[in-house]
C-alpha cells in the first residue's frame, strides 16, 4: 500500500510517467505512421510523432522533456548518423516548443483532457495544428537546404515545391489533427485508469437520446463492413471499391455517427479507421498513371474528412448540450435555483404515485417587503436545503411564486413521515442579519396518480387548505378533510374572477352615492361600488372586492371608480354645483408610487377642484407599507384633497397609529353607533373617539344611523356627520341629477 501511495506521489516527477512514457508510445506512433515510396522518393501518408510530443508536452511541460530527447535519440539512433541525429531532436523539438508556447500564451485553457472538446478549438487548431506541421516542414526545408541532413534522408528530395511536398505536410496536418486526442486519451488512462469509466460516461451523455442500441449496431455494422471492401476488395477488376474515390464512400457513414453518436465515440472510431486506411491504401488505391496527382488528391481527403467529421461531431455535441442545458434551465427557477412548476409536472408523469406536501408561509410577504426579496430567496434555498435531512433520494422541493413550496414524497408510511416533516419544519430556525426568524407554514398534502392532469387546480385546493392548517396547527390532508368544498371555494372564486374580468373589460359597474348629513349643512356624498352580474343582480363589494385584492386587479377598479366619479361630477357641474364626494381606496393603491400623480392628472383632466375630492382608507391599509402609504397621504393632502379614516376602531392599534397619521375625517365603524342607546360601553367608546378626534382637530362621521335615538345621541357627542339609512340609502348617481 504504501508502495502505491509513493507511486501515486511521484508519478508526475520528470523521472516518473513523463520520461517512461514517450518510450513506450514513440515506437507505437511510429509503427502507426504510413510511409510509401513514389519514383524513388519517400512520401509520408499519415504521421504521429510530432502529435505524441506535442501532447505530452500539454500534459507535462517540461517536465516532458528528458523523456522526449531520450526517446528521440533511442528510436532514431540506428536510422541518423550523430550530427543528422542532432538535427533530428532539434527538428522535433522546435516546432512542438514553439506552438506548444504560442497556444499557452494565448489560449485561456491549456488542459488537453478532452482532446479538441474545449471552447479553445480556434486556438488549439491554429497553433497545435496549423503552426505546428508548418513550422516542422519549413524546418526540414531549411535543414536540407543547408545541407544538414543527409539526402538519404529527406523527405522531399533536392527540389521542395512538388506534389509530393504537399503530401507530406498534408500527413502532418492530419496526424496532429487526429493524433493529439488520441494520445491524450492515452495518456489520461495511463495516469488515472478510472478516467476510462469516466470517458464511457461521458460518451454516453454525448450521444443523441434517440438513438438505440439498435441504430448504434447497424452504424457500426454498415462501417465494419465498408471497411472489410475497401481492404479486401472483392476482385482485383472492381470499379467500386477499387478507385480513387472509393474512400468518400465513409464520409455519409461517419457524418452520421458525428450528428448521432458524439464527439467521443466518432473520435474513438475515426483515429484507428483513418490509421487502417493509410496502413493499407494500397488495397483499394489503384495505381495510375497520374499516381502522384492520385496521391494528393487522397492525402488531401484524409485531412478534409478528418476535418469535417471532427467539426460536425463537436458542432453537433455541443448543440445538444446547449440543449439539454436549455432545458434544465427552463426547469429550474433562475433566481431561487430550485425547481419550478414545469419540474413538477414532469416529475409527476414520471411518478406512478406521488404525495404532494403544500407550504405555505404567509409571514414570507411581510418580511420580504421589509427586509427585500433576497430574504425570501435565502428562506425557500435554506429551508429546502433543511428539509433534504428528512427526505428520501429522489425526493425534491418546489419553487411556487410567492410564498408557497410544494414537495413531493414517496407514498410509503407518508402519514408518519408528514408529521416527522412537520415537526421538523417546526424546529427551523432561519437567521437573517442575526436575528432568528420563523414564519409559521401551513401544511397540507394529498395523494396524486400519474398523469396528474388538472396540477394547477389541485395545488390552488390544496393552498386553501394549507391556509387551514394555519389555524389548526397541523398538517390537512385533501382526503381525509375532504376536498368538496375546498374545490366549491375555488370554483366560486375563479367564477368570480371571471364576472370581475368580464365586468371591467365590458364596464358593467354601477355607482351608487349615499348622502351624509352634515350638522352645518355642508352635506356629501360617498360613492359605494357594486358589479352588474350576467342574470342582472347587483353584486355587493364584500362577495368581489376580496377577489380583486387577491388577484391585483383592486388598482384598476379604484382608478374605474375615481374617473368615473370625476367623470359625473364634470357632466352636472351645473346641476350639483360645489357637490363633494367620497371615493374608497384599496391598499393596493395607496401604496403605489404613482397614484398621487394619477389623482393629479385626473383633476386636471376633468377640471375638478382638488377640495370636492375626499379619499377613506381604512385603518388596515395604512397598516402596510405605512412609509409610502403615508407618503402618499400627504401628497394627497398638500394637493387640497381631503382623507377620511374609514371604519375607524376596527382594526389593529388603532389609537397608537392615528398619532401618525395625518387625516381630516374620522369615519367611527358603525358597530359602535348602532347600538349606541342601548349599550353605555359603545357610548363610553364612541365618546373617547370624539375627545382623540377633536384632539387632532379632526371631523367626525357616525355610520349606521338608522333611527332618531341614535342620531339624537350622535348630535349630542358633537358628531360633525351622520350616515345611515336614517339619512338616506345608496341610490344610482343618476338619480342625484333627478332629485336636483
Known amino acids: 500500500m504504501q508502495l502505491i501511495n509513493t507511486l501515486k506521489l511521484y508519478k508526475e516527477k520528470w523521472w516518473g510517467l513523463p520520461l517512461l512514457l ?22 509520408i501518408l499519415y504521421f504521429l510523432p510530432l502529435s505524441l510530443i506535442t501532447t505530452l508536452l500539454l500534459f507535462y511541460g517540461w517536465a516532458a522533456l528528458p523523456g522526449i530527447v531520450l526517446s528521440l535519440v533511442v528510436n532514431y539512433y540506428s536510422l541518423r548518423c550523430k550530427s543528422d541525429l542532432l538535427i533530428t531532436v532539434i527538428h522535433f523539438l522546435v516546432p512542438t516548443l514553439l506552438s506548444w508556447g ?90 488515472h485508469p478510472r478516467y476510462f469509466y469516466a470517458f464511457i460516461s461521458q460518451m454516453r451523455a454525448q450521444c443523441d437520446k434517440r438513438v438505440t442500441k439498435v441504430e448504434a449496431g447497424i452504424w457500426l455494422s454498415l462501417l465494419a463492413g465498408l471497411l472489410l471492401l475497401l481492404l479486401l476488395p472483392l476482385s482485383p477488376e472492381s470499379s467500386i471499391f477499387s478507385t480513387s474515390y472509393s474512400l468518400s464512400l465513409l464520409l455519409p457513414l461517419m457524418l452520421w455517427g458525428a450528428m448521432r453518436f458524439g464527439y467521443f465515440l466518432v473520435i474513438s472510431v475515426w483515429t484507428p479507421l483513418l490509421i487502417l ?24 481527403s484524409y485531412g478534409i474528412f ?23 434551465l427552463a426547469l429550474v427557477d433562475p433566481l431561487f435555483h430550485l425547481p419550478n412548476l414545469r419540474a413538477l409536472s414532469r416529475d409527476l408523469a414520471d411518478t406512478p404515485w406521488s404525495i404532494l406536501c403544500f407550504m405555505r408561509i404567509p409571514e414570507l410577504d411581510l418580511l420580504g417587503r421589509n427586509y427585500g426579496l433576497m430574504l425570501r430567496v435565502y428562506y425557500k434555498q435554506r429551508m429546502a436545503a433543511w428539509l433534504r435531512d428528512v427526505m428520501e433520494p429522489g425526493e425534491l422541493a418546489y419553487q411556487l411564486s410567492g410564498h408557497d413550496m410544494v414537495l413531493r414524497l414517496r407514498t410509503e408510511s407518508h402519514p408518519e413521515r408528514i408529521d416527522r416533516l412537520a415537526q421538523h419544519i417546526k424546529q427551523f430556525r432561519f437567521m437573517w442579519d442575526g436575528m432568528p426568524l420563523q414564519p409559521q407554514v401551513g401544511i397540507s398534502y394529498s395523494f396524486v396518480r400519474s398523469p396528474v392532469t388538472h396540477l394547477h387546480l ?13 389555524t389548526s396547527n397541523r398538517p390537512e390532508s385533501m382526503q381525509d378533510r375532504g376536498a368538496n368544498h375546498v374545490q366549491q371555494a375555488v370554483k366560486n372564486k375563479v367564477e368570480m374572477l371571471n364576472q370581475l374580468q368580464n365586468a371591467l373589460d365590458n364596464n358593467q359597474f354601477v355607482l351608487m352615492a349615499q348622502p351624509i348629513a352634515g350638522m352645518r349643512g355642508d352635506d356629501y356624498y360617498e360613492v359605494l361600488l357594486r358589479m352588474q352580474s350576467q342574470n342582472g343582480e347587483r353584486v355587493l363589494p364584500e362577495r368581489f372586492l376580496p377577489v380583486a385584492q387577491e388577484f391585483g386587479l383592486s388598482s384598476r377598479i379604484d382608478l374605474m371608480v375615481l374617473e368615473n366619479t370625476l367623470a359625473f361630477m364634470a357632466l352636472w357641474r351645473e346641476k350639483l354645483p360645489g357637490s363633494r364626494f367620497a371615493v374608497n381606496l384599496t391598499t393596493s393603491s395607496l401604496c403605489r408610487t404613482l397614484f398621487p400623480n394619477e389623482v393629479q392628472g385626473l383633476l386636471a383632466r376633468y377640471q375638478i377642484e382638488p377640495w370636492q375630492l375626499i379619499f377613506e382608507i381604512t385603518e388596515s391599509s395604512s397598516l402596510t407599507n405605512y412609509d409610502q402609504t403615508h407618503q402618499n397621504v400627504q401628497r394627497l393632502r398638500a394637493m387640497g384633497c381631503r382623507i377620511a379614516i374609514d371604519d375607524f376602531g376596527t382594526g389593529y392599534a388603532s389609537y397608537a397609529r392615528l398619532k401618525n397619521i395625518d387625516a381630516d375625517i374620522m369615519k367611527i365603524d358603525g358597530s359602535f353607533i348602532r347600538n349606541l342607546a342601548a349599550s353605555s360601553l359603545d357610548y363610553q367608546i364612541v365618546e373617547s373617539m370624539c375627545r382623540l378626534a377633536r384632539m387632532k382637530k379632526m371631523q367626525i362621521v357616525a355610520e349606521y344611523v338608522e333611527n332618531e335615538a341614535t342620531a339624537a345621541l350622535v348630535r349630542e357627542l358633537g358628531i360633525d356627520y351622520l350616515q345611515g339609512f336614517l339619512i338616506g340609502h345608496p341610490q344610482p348617481l343618476e338619480t342625484l341629477v333627478a332629485n336636483k
Open 306 to 328: 478528418s476535418l469535417v467529421i471532427i467539426f460536425m461531431a463537436l458542432t453537433a455535441t455541443r448543440q445538444r448540450f446547449v440543449h439539454q442545458r436549455g432545458r434544465r
Open 22 to 43: 514517450p518510450f513506450v508510445l514513440l515506437p507505437f506512433a511510429r509503427y502507426c505512421s504510413t510511409l510509401t515510396w513514389v519514383n524513388d522518393a519517400p512520401v
Open 102 to 191: 504560442g497556444y499557452r500564451v494565448f489560449a485561456t485553457r491549456t488542459a488537453p483532457v478532452s482532446g479538441w472538446y474545449s471552447k479553445a478549438i480556434g486556438q488549439r487548431l491554429f497553433w497545435l495544428v496549423f503552426v505546428n506541421a508548418t513550422l516542422f516542414m519549413l524546418f526540414y526545408q531549411f535543414s536540407t537546404f543547408f545541407g544538414l541532413y543527409d539526402q538519404h534522408a529527406q523527405l522531399m528530395g533536392e527540389n521542395p515545391f512538388t506534389l509530393l511536398t504537399l503530401v507530406n505536410y498534408q500527413a502532418v496536418l492530419v496526424g496532429c489533427l487526429t493524433g493529439i486526442p488520441l494520445f491524450s486519451l492515452i495518456i489520461r488512462l495511463t495516469r
Open 277 to 300: 486506411l493509410c496502413h493499407y491504401f494500397y488495397r483499394y488505391f489503384p495505381a495510375t498513371p497520374n499516381y502522384d496527382f492520385q496521391l494528393v488528391i487522397n492525402s488531401s
Open 458 to 470: 389541485l395545488l390552488g385546493e390544496m393552498s386553501t387548505m394549507a391556509d387551514l392548517s394555519l
